[in-house]
T-cell receptor, first 110, second 117 residues
């Protein structure tokens, strides 16, 4: 399943499928990007980050892709699990100043 | 549990009342941030401290809002003469600033949910 961030704030996927969450960032001067996961009743939790001199970074079951040409960031979650259900935010940093996007709600169906 | 705690977790108040929230960061962290989050939106930056110095304030932080970090450890956020538009989740985060944003992971607390009636 795939979302387009602000224009489709909810993404529903089947357990075991891969998820792609997209984010369009605004500041071409941003040089550092972070994906956060926020579960209900909790604060945001760091998932993965990427610097602007990279276009891909992989973690455990997660991959972040950065396309600076079109100012686009995506988070790929492999083999999505029920515990992945949450709201996902991208954050961009320019001049050490971090700003969050509006978020995408991921729902994993069993 | 990230190690950042906030108190209270929930606060209901009447319009015009003053409220104060507390944040206890991770002890070795020198930076402390306050954010406001409304339903369905990402956190919006309000202010941050490095040790006891308040280094930046957002224009969202009106004159009714004041934050302190008197000893460089815990911080308080006070809202005077609350308005219904102040209803939101107030999040605190802390980090160890080592000189670059790349190594400045922010750890968030669970937030204080404020409801102004």
């Amino acid at each position: 399943g795939e979302s387009v961030g602000l224009h489709l704030p909810t993404l529903s996927v089947q357990e075991g499928d891969n998820s792609i969450i997209n984010c369009a960032y605004s500041n071409s001067a941003s040089d550092y990007f972070i994906w956060y996961k926020q579960e209900s009743g909790k604060g945001p939790q760091f998932i993965i980050d990427i610097r602007s001199n990279m276009d891909k970074r992989q973690g455990q079951r997660v991959t972040v892709l950065l396309n600076k040409t079109v100012k686009h960031l995506s988070l790929q979650i492999a083999a999505t699990q029920p515990g992945d259900s949450a709201v996902y935010f991208c954050a961009e940093t320019a001049n050490n100043d971090m700003r969050f996007g509006a978020g995408t709600r991921l729902t994993v169906k069993p | 549990d990230t190690g950042v705690s906030q108190d209270p977790r929930h606060k209901i108040t009447k319009r015009g009342q003053n409220v104060t929230f507390r944040c206890d960061p991770i002890s070795e962290h020198n930076r402390l941030y306050w954010y406001r989050q409304t339903l369905g939106q990402g956190p919006e930056f309000l202010t941050y401290f490095q040790n006891e110095a308040q280094l930046e304030k957002s224009r969202l932080l009106s004159d009714r809002f004041s934050a302190e970090r008197p000893k460089g450890s815990f911080s308080t956020l006070e809202i005077q003469r609350t308005e219904q538009g102040d209803s939101a989740m107030y999040l605190c985060a802390s980090s160890f600033w080592g000189g670059t944003a790349y190594d400045n992971e922010q750890f968030f607390g669970p937030g204080t949910r404020l409801t102004v009636l």
